[in-house]
């Protein structure tokens, strides 16, 4: 089936500091991209996605762009705060044979964001 | 508007018990999927919903089962319970099968499950 890799954490960086996480996938298809973002004990928000190759998905101050040739979907912020520290998910949509849906994700990356 | 509610919140069972747990969509919501989100495994697609009916399923043994109600409003049971069972379970609601990629998936905070 397919799947995510994103980068290992936990992320730890100084306030105004700039993001990187990366994330690649394997797919057979044409999937939908996306980040989700889950803060301490609530479920996940979406935080943006792209539906298509060279898409850019952007929310918040972050942005993330659709590289069909190296299957990458890689997370970035150029000025990072506290309010941000929480664990950040990238995901794809795989299709059933029945033609639903349903999100296939990485394992997540826990971000700290230190004042 | 609500956001998707899921109750209970926190619930701890023992070995070889079952346990239902709920979830409620945001209203006008017709699909609602499942999602188990563990440590070692991160988050994996239980079942989705959709009309009542389950649309897709994901790799879990058959004591994971699920239904949803005519108001949209969904159940997911484990019977037979065991110590790897103890994970967050997320329910996550969406207007109707355009495909995700059109819709957003909204979550819910989670039933907290511990098995002991």
């Known amino acids: 089936g397919d799947s995510v890799t994103q980068m290992e954490g936990p992320v730890t960086l100084s306030e105004e500091a700039f993001l990187t996480i990366n994330c690649t996938y394997t797919?057979?298809?044409?999937?939908?991209l996306f980040w989700y973002v889950q803060y301490p004990g609530e479920g996940l928000q979406l935080l943006l996605k792209?539906?298509?190759?060279?898409d850019k998905g952007s929310n918040k101050g972050f942005e993330a762009t659709y590289r069909k040739e190296t299957t990458s979907f890689h997370l970035e912020k150029g000025s990072v705060q506290v309010s941000d520290s929480a664990v950040y998910f990238c995901?794809?949509?795989?299709?059933?044979?029945?033609?639903?849906?349903?999100?296939?994700f990485g394992k997540g990356t826990k971000l700290t964001v230190n004042p | 508007k609500a956001g998707v509610t899921q109750t209970p919140r926190y619930l701890i069972k023992t070995r070889g018990q079952q346990v239902t747990l709920s979830c409620s969509p945001i209203s006008g919501h017709r699909s609602v999927s499942w999602y188990q989100q563990t440590p070692g495994q991160g988050l994996q697609f239980l079942f989705e919903?959709?009309?009542?009916?389950?649309?897709n399923k994901g790799n879990f043994p058959g004591r994971f089962s699920g239904r949803q109600f005519s108001n949209s409003r969904s159940e997911m049971n484990v019977s037979t319970l065991e110590l790897g069972d103890s994970a967050l379970y997320l329910c996550a609601s969406s207007l109707n099968p355009l495909g995700l990629s059109q819709e957003t998936q909204y979550f819910g905070p989670g039933t907290r499950l511990l098995v002991l």
């Open positions: 919903y959709f009309s009542e009916t389950q649309r």
């Open positions: 797919a057979t298809g044409y999937p939908s």
């Open positions: 995901a794809l949509t795989e299709k059933s044979q029945g033609g639903s849906e349903k999100l296939v």
């Open positions: 792209a539906t298509k190759a060279d």
